[in-house]
C-alpha cells in the first residue's frame, strides 16, 4: 500500500513509500536535501520496518532534534502500525 507522511521539523515536507507487509520500497521525498534524500532512498529501498528504526531512529540534523532520516523512520512505523492495527 502507498503511504504519505507529512513531517515535522526538517526540510523534506512530505515522504512517500510503499508499505508491503513490513517491506519499504518506492521511497521518495518532497524538499529537502536532494542528494542525501536520494541516497537515503535507494539504501532503504527493500528494507524492513525494524530495520529502517534501527538504522534511522534518533538521527538528528544540526541543533535539531529530528532529521528527514529520524522522519522516514518514524513513518515508516505509523504506516505499519496503521496497516496492522485491525
Not at 515535522?8 to 508491503?20: H, K, P, Q, S, T
Not at 524492513?48 to 532520516?69: D, F, H, M, W, Y
Request: proline letters at 1%; charged letters at 25%; a positive charge.
Amino acid at each position: 500500500m502507498r503511504y504519505s507522511y507529512k513531517t515535522r521539523g526538517v526540510c523534506a515536507r512530505e515522504i512517500d513509500f510503499n508499505l508491503d507487509g513490513d517491506v519499504v520500497s518506492d521511497i521518495s521525498f518532497l524538499g529537502g536535501c536532494n542528494g542525501n534524500l536520494k541516497a537515503i532512498s535507494k539504501l532503504c529501498d527493500g528494507m524492513t520496518v525494524e530495520q529502517i528504526e534501527k538504522k534511522l531512529k534518533g538521527n538528528t540534523c544540526g541543533p535539531r532534534a529530528t532529521s528527514c532520516a529520524d522522519q522516514f523512520a518514524l513513518a515508516v512505523r505509523e504506516a505499519y502500525n496503521r496497516e496492522h492495527a485491525n
